[in-house]
């Protein structure tokens, strides 16, 4: 009997039917109005941690799926219901991965659990700080520093993040920072700003073209101090990490912000898979009730064939997603850039669709009263954040061709 399957077993089909009700009925009914808003929607976020959707027991079931799928079945579900407002509620998800990528597990046992939940016992959240003003795709120009203060056993940190979200409205930070400037991207670590930290504040608020739910924000750091420990990894092994690349040998170790960024791709391709499908429905429905000229205009060969297009192009990105989420979770390498084709593929995917679904209903797609507008502003962002589309070809590139190549 043969081993490969690409059917969802019952608790991956009864997971994906939750949250899509939840998507349906809770989420898609508020997201033109979130959107229009541009404001974080709290009272979905506190629904979603009342049934337990979003909270540190659902990720961690997701996370220990053996086949890696769920996670992106979740993801997929949610952005269906709107990018924004999914990015909202489980934007945090890359602040955790930040901390289970380079963290020690004292630290995630510690860290975890505070990015979801206040001592209140009200829902918290995460936020991953990487990008700067003077360093987007080009994560060995970073800026801030982190200097260890011996005598008080404390990093203190100054800088500006931007393009963070849930950046200064977070309850735990998790900010990547340079140790050692002379070593570039290989001086650099992760470190987790606790809530109420003095020094950390929320700078420029973004007015953004998509996904407006969700929080997108500059954080500052002003001689910001936190202990010792809150250096993901440890000083021990950072120092001996450090002390390996001063001597030309190899660090051992994955860059701080790339850790994150390969495990949290094929999730973010999701998100765009879930757009591209919304957008994909809507435009079959819409062809197959809207008539022109005596009959159904999805029996024109022009508006089939372009739904034809749609739907395979979609499928296949699925799959693209999928391989690379079981790679990662099953402990395959990505040899080939695997994760990055995944996002590039998704991220491309989501604005193709959601620019031929405006196509197909043509006038009616391109006002605000129809969602296909708002589902084609918030596809482009992926290919943007998290690794442009050209970054992610340089790493396939890369990866395909052993070359540096620039």
Same mark, same amino acid.
């Given at each position: $009997?043969?081993?490969?399957? +690409? !059917?969802?077993?019952?608790?991956?089909?009864?997971?994906?039917?939750?949250?899509? %009700?939840?998507?349906?009925?809770?989420?898609?009914?508020?997201?033109?109005?979130?959107?229009?808003? !541009?404001?974080?929607?709290?009272?979905?976020?506190?629904?979603?941690?009342?049934?337990g959707l979003y909270s540190l027991d659902f990720l $961690?079931?997701?996370?220990? %799926?053996?086949?890696?799928?769920?996670?992106?079945?979740? $993801?997929?579900? $949610?952005?269906?219901?709107?990018?924004?407002?999914?990015?909202?509620?489980? /934007?945090?998800?890359?602040?955790?991965? /930040?901390? #289970?990528?380079?963290?020690?597990? !004292?630290?995630?046992?510690?860290?975890?659990?505070?990015?979801?939940?206040? !001592?209140?016992?009200?829902?918290?959240?995460?936020?991953?700080?990487?990008?700067?003003?003077?360093?987007?795709?080009?994560?060995?120009?970073?800026?801030?520093?982190?200097?260890?203060d011996e005598a008080s056993d404390e990093w203190v940190?100054?800088?500006?993040?931007?393009?963070?979200?849930?950046? /200064?409205?977070?309850?735990?930070?998790?900010?990547?920072?340079?140790?050692? @400037?002379?070593?570039?991207?290989?001086?650099?670590? &992760?470190?987790?700003?606790?809530?109420? #930290?003095?020094?950390?504040?929320?700078?420029?608020?973004?007015?953004?073209?998509?996904?407006?739910?969700?929080?997108?924000? *500059?954080?500052? +750091?002003?001689?910001?101090?936190?202990?010792?420990?809150?250096?993901?990894?440890?000083?021990?092994?950072?120092?001996?990490?450090?002390?390996?690349?001063? *001597?030309?040998?190899?660090?051992?170790?994955?860059?701080?912000?790339?850790? #994150?960024?390969?495990?949290?791709? @094929?999730?973010?391709?999701?998100?765009?898979?879930?757009?591209?499908?919304?957008?994909? *429905?809507? &435009?079959? %429905?819409?062809?197959?009730?809207?008539?022109?000229?005596?009959?159904?205009?999805?029996?024109?060969?022009?508006?089939?064939?372009?739904?034809?297009?749609?739907?395979?192009?979609?499928?296949? &990105?699925?799959?693209?997603?999928?391989?690379?989420?079981?790679? &990662?979770?099953?402990?395959?390498?990505?040899?080939?850039?695997?994760?990055?084709?995944?996002?590039?593929?998704?991220?491309?995917?989501?604005?193709?669709?959601? *620019?031929?679904?405006?196509?197909? +209903?043509?006038?009616?797609?391109?006002?605000?009263?129809?969602?296909?507008?708002?589902?084609?502003?918030?596809?482009?962002?992926?290919?943007?954040?998290?690794?442009?589309?050209?970054?992610?070809?340089?790493?396939?590139?890369?990866?395909?061709?052993?070359?540096?190549?620039?």
């Amino acid at each position: $009997m043969a081993d490969f399957s +690409l !059917e969802l077993n019952e608790d991956q089909i009864q997971i994906q039917k939750w949250v899509h %009700d939840f998507a349906e009925n809770v989420i898609r009914p508020v997201a033109h109005d979130y959107d229009e808003r !541009e404001e974080t929607p709290w009272p979905i976020i506190d629904q979603a941690a009342e049934i337990g959707l979003y909270s540190l027991d659902f990720l $961690m079931n997701a996370f220990a %799926d053996p086949t890696g799928i769920t996670l992106p079945l979740v $993801m997929e579900e $949610m952005a269906w219901g709107d990018a924004g407002i999914g990015l909202a509620i489980f /934007g945090t998800t890359l602040g955790v991965v /930040g901390i #289970t990528a380079n963290g020690t597990a !004292e630290q995630v046992m510690e860290w975890v659990p505070q990015c979801f939940r206040k !001592e209140n016992d009200k829902p918290a959240l995460a936020a991953f700080g990487v990008s700067e003003p003077d360093a987007g795709s080009d994560v060995s120009s970073l800026r801030t520093r982190a200097v260890y203060d011996e005598a008080s056993d404390e990093w203190v940190l100054n800088g500006t993040k931007t393009w963070i979200t849930n950046g /200064g409205i977070a309850d735990v930070h998790v900010i990547v920072a340079v140790v050692d @400037p002379a070593l570039g991207a290989r001086g650099q670590a &992760s470190f987790v700003i606790p809530p109420g #930290t003095p020094g950390l504040s929320q700078g420029q608020k973004f007015k953004k073209m998509g996904i407006r739910a969700s929080h997108t924000a *500059e954080v500052v +750091l002003d001689d910001c101090r936190v202990p010792g420990r809150c250096l993901l990894g440890g000083k021990e092994a950072l120092d001996e990490r450090l002390a390996r690349v001063r *001597e030309g040998r190899s660090s051992g170790r994955r860059q701080a912000a790339m850790a #994150t960024f390969e495990a949290s791709r @094929p999730a973010v391709g999701a998100q765009a898979l879930g757009i591209a499908r919304a957008a994909y *429905e809507f &435009s079959l %429905d819409y062809a197959k009730e809207r008539r022109q000229f005596g009959r159904r205009i999805i029996e024109n060969q022009s508006i089939a064939f372009m739904l034809a297009d749609m739907k395979t192009e979609l499928d296949a &990105s699925r799959l693209l997603v999928w391989r690379a989420a079981w790679m &990662s979770k099953t402990g395959h390498m990505f040899e080939n850039g695997e994760g990055s084709m995944s996002k590039l593929k998704a991220g491309r995917t989501a604005v193709w669709i959601t *620019e031929r679904a405006i196509q197909i +209903l043509g006038g009616y797609g391109y006002v605000r009263e129809n969602p296909v507008e708002r589902w084609h502003r918030d596809a482009k962002i992926y290919d943007i954040f998290e690794g442009t589309e050209q970054i992610q070809q340089l790493v396939i590139s890369r990866a395909i061709s052993g070359l540096h190549i620039q």
